[in-house]
């Protein structure tokens, strides 16, 4: 039987599944932490990896027939001429780089020229903003960078054997459309956005494998897999089918869908990436999801579980009780500043079920917002998958079906990541024109609401006036 290994370097952790090459069934899964904070040694990613591996009773990777990365997107890596990181890797969550995405924005001539050039309107999570914010602020650091990689990339050059080995550093493009330097309607780097971002140095790029391609083999003669990003990992392992989006309720939310052109947002809500397959994989962003839950809970004083009971206990519409959720700020709408809102209050509603059922609620009704920004690039979406720690809670599904308008599937637990970039290995393992045929998870499906959505509508619709009364109509 031949065995691949998928690894999930997220944020916050390494996680690691090996499974059956044929069939994608996982046969042992081993976890690893990371540190925390914005700025991070790559060499902990390493060492998260190696012992994630042992704890999967893979760390020799002897018996393994291919392995693969699936990262977190857009961090910056820096690499002086001999390999060795110039800095502390710049994580995607790193803000100090806002002023210069905006700099960039306009020194290129503005958002619509960036989302026609790249598919994304620069912020401050892309590797191009970090690139200029390192410039300006460490010239000495960026004057002593000869390779740029993302944190992916990094992990997959040191499975090849690194510095030492002479092995060229390789990625792929789902996760170069994470850049600002790379056009996936283009296919290539822009080498002009890279000077324009670096201050007009040029370093060393990965090059950009197909997805089936290898990356080169591990020393002890394991194949290795181009790797990917985390969300396009995800897509890969939950197989995203035409027609079908993922809504993802972790920390912050996403919601991304296949597409078979590139897109391009001048308003910067969608970021028009390429996916592991060859195609596209246009995504929203929102900051807040799951976090809307646990602080309710936490407000309520009670569990998640006891959350999710009293919020199945209100009707639709939480009694004219709307939480606009921005307890981070918020990113889609662009309101960095905003903070949560509760409207409605009255008293005959003031009721610890209503709260929660309105926190549900809100959450939601900021990935159906998301959503609509995905359709309104022409992305056809009639069914939803939802993923993430939120969507355990049996009221997160019935609500979404309700607020969508749906269908909806929960797919069972799983990590979707680290499973894509197992399927991913398992490609390049067999090099065929399309990745093995893995089973698509089962899950729970919850029907689309009988009512024909008229409930949820008058949910979306409450959302919206109140959004537009805290924060005006153009939010």
């Known amino acids: 039987m031949a065995t691949v290994v ?13 499974c059956d090459a044929r069939t994608g069934a996982v046969l042992r899964r081993g976890h690893a932490p990371h540190p925390e904070g914005t700025e991070v040694d790559p060499e902990a990613w390493w060492q998260a990896l190696r012992q994630a591996l042992r704890d999967a009773e893979a760390e020799s990777l002897e018996g393994v027939d291919a392995i693969a990365v699936a990262g977190q997107q857009h961090g910056l890596v820096t690499l002086d001429a001999d390999g060795r990181p110039v800095r502390r890797a710049l994580l995607w969550n790193d803000t100090r780089s806002a002023p210069q995405a905006a700099d960039l924005v306009r020194e290129f001539g503005g958002a619509q020229a960036w989302a ?5 309107v620069p912020v401050a999570a892309l590797t191009a903003a970090k690139l200029r914010w390192l410039a300006d602020h460490e010239p000495h650091a960026a004057d002593r960078t000869a390779t740029v ?22 990625t792929d493009r789902g996760d170069a459309s994470g850049t600002g330097y790379w056009s996936p309607s283009e296919g ?31 020393p002890g003669g394991t194949l290795v897999g181009a790797g990917t990003g985390d969300n396009m990992g995800a897509a890969l392992g939950l197989g995203l089918a035409p027609g079908e989006a993922v809504v993802s309720l972790g920390t912050s939310g996403t919601v991304f869908a296949r597409s078979s052109r590139p897109t391009a947002d001048p308003g910067g809500a969608v970021a028009g990436f390429a996916d592991a397959t060859g195609q596209f994989l246009p995504l929203v962003c929102t900051l807040n999801a799951a976090r809307v839950l646990s602080s309710a809970a936490r407000m309520l004083s009670v569990s998640l579980d006891d959350l999710d009971a009293l919020a199945r206990r209100a009707a639709p519409g939480a009694d ?18 905003a903070t949560g809102s509760l409207l409605g209050m009255r008293v005959d509603n003031m009721h610890p079920h209503n709260l929660a059922r309105a926190a549900v609620e ?23 998958s939802l993923i993430g720690g939120a969507a355990k809670a049996p009221v997160a599904a019935e609500a979404a079906a309700q607020i969508f308008g749906m269908p909806v599937t929960v797919p069972q637990p799983e990590e979707y990541v680290a499973l894509g970039a197992a399927r991913q290995a398992a490609w390049a393992l067999t090099g065929t024109p399309e990745p093995p045929p893995w089973p698509r998870p089962g899950g729970t499906d919850v029907p689309a609401p009988a009512d024909g ?18 924060h005006g109509a153009g939010a």
Request: charged share 20%.
């Open 6 to 18: 998928g690894v999930d370097s997220s944020t916050q952790s390494c996680k690691v599944v090996v």
């Open 362 to 384: 809100g959450m939601l009704c900021g990935m159906a917002d998301a959503l609509d920004r995905l359709r309104g690039q022409g992305v056809p979406v009639d069914r939803l």
């Open 320 to 337: 004219g009780l709307v939480l606009l959720p921005y307890l981070g700020g918020e990113r889609t709408p662009n309101l960095p500043d």
């Open 188 to 218: 290539r780097y822009r080498t002009d956005l890279l000077r324009l971002a670096f201050r007009g140095r040029t370093p060393r790029l990965p090059r950009v494998l197909a997805p089936h391609e290898a990356a080169g083999h591990t």
């Open 453 to 470: 959505g008229t409930a949820g509508l008058a949910v979306r619709h409450a959302y919206a006036r109140a959004r537009a009364q805290v």
């Open 116 to 120: 026609e050039t790249i598919g994304t």
């Open 149 to 170: 990689l993302l944190p992916h990339d990094w992990l997959t050059w040191r499975l090849c054997g690194g510095p030492a080995s002479g092995a060229a550093p390789a």
